[in-house]
């Protein structure tokens, strides 16, 4: 579906039959797949492509974002098995080094630790991308993902039809 003036959510008009009361009209029918039907420009099409894009590198950021909370934590796991072990061999201060200095510490400047970071993406930055990507996707493509790429397969399925 074409862009409308309005942030209004679009109403679907395209299942009429009698055979169809009680579906539910939002549900994917046969069809609902076709880049065709949804009749978007080029420049649309391109446009959804970049926020899809853009939504599954922040996702992959947040998995990264995890990897490292989990490494630091694995990190941090290492210096608690050090410290009992420095200790009893005779090395205090580093042993309380390690208790007092580095265990309850967070990993920035301003003491937030790896699980607060990843928290602050997660309700912020991410959520937000989310958001917009489903908002674009649902304003330009009937809330239809992956806009381009089903073009793409429609058009390799056909080349591929007309050359048998």
């Given at each position: 579906m074409a862009?409308?003036?309005?942030?209004?959510?679009?109403?679907?008009?395209?299942?009429?039959?009698?055979?169809?009361?009680?579906?539910?009209?939002?549900?994917?029918?046969?069809?609902?797949?076709?880049?065709?039907?949804?009749?978007?420009?080029?420049?649309?099409?391109?446009?959804?492509?970049?926020?899809?894009?853009?939504?599954?590198?922040?996702?992959?950021?947040?998995?990264?974002?995890?990897?490292?909370?989990?490494?630091?934590?694995?990190?941090?796991?290492?210096l608690d098995?050090?410290?009992?072990?420095?200790?009893?061999?005779?090395?205090?201060?580093?042993?309380?080094?390690?208790?007092?200095?580095?265990?309850?510490?967070?990993?920035?400047?301003?003491?937030?630790?790896?699980?607060?970071?990843?928290?602050?993406?997660?309700?912020?930055?991410?959520?937000?991308?989310?958001?917009?990507?489903?908002?674009?996707?649902?304003?330009?493509?009937?809330?239809?993902?992956?806009?381009?790429?089903?073009?793409?397969?429609?058009?390799?399925?056909?080349?591929?039809?007309?050359?048998?």
């Open positions: 862009s409308t003036p309005t942030d209004e959510p679009t109403e679907r008009h395209d299942v009429d039959s009698e055979d169809d009361v009680g579906h539910d009209e939002s549900a994917p029918t046969a069809g609902d797949d076709d880049p065709e039907r949804l009749d978007l420009t080029a420049m649309e099409t391109e446009a959804l492509h970049e926020v899809e894009l853009a939504t599954e590198w922040t996702q992959r950021a947040h998995g990264h974002l995890l990897a490292f909370h989990h490494a630091v934590g694995h990190g941090m796991d290492h098995s050090a410290e009992p072990k420095l200790r009893e061999s005779g090395h205090e201060r580093l042993a309380d080094r390690l208790r007092d200095d580095l265990l309850p510490r967070g990993v920035t400047d301003d003491d937030r630790w790896s699980y607060d970071i990843v928290e602050a993406f997660q309700t912020a930055f991410l959520a937000d991308v989310t958001k917009f990507g489903q908002d674009a996707h649902d304003r330009l493509a009937d809330g239809q993902r992956h806009v381009a790429e089903r073009s793409q397969e429609t058009t390799w399925r056909d080349r591929a039809r007309d050359e048998e």
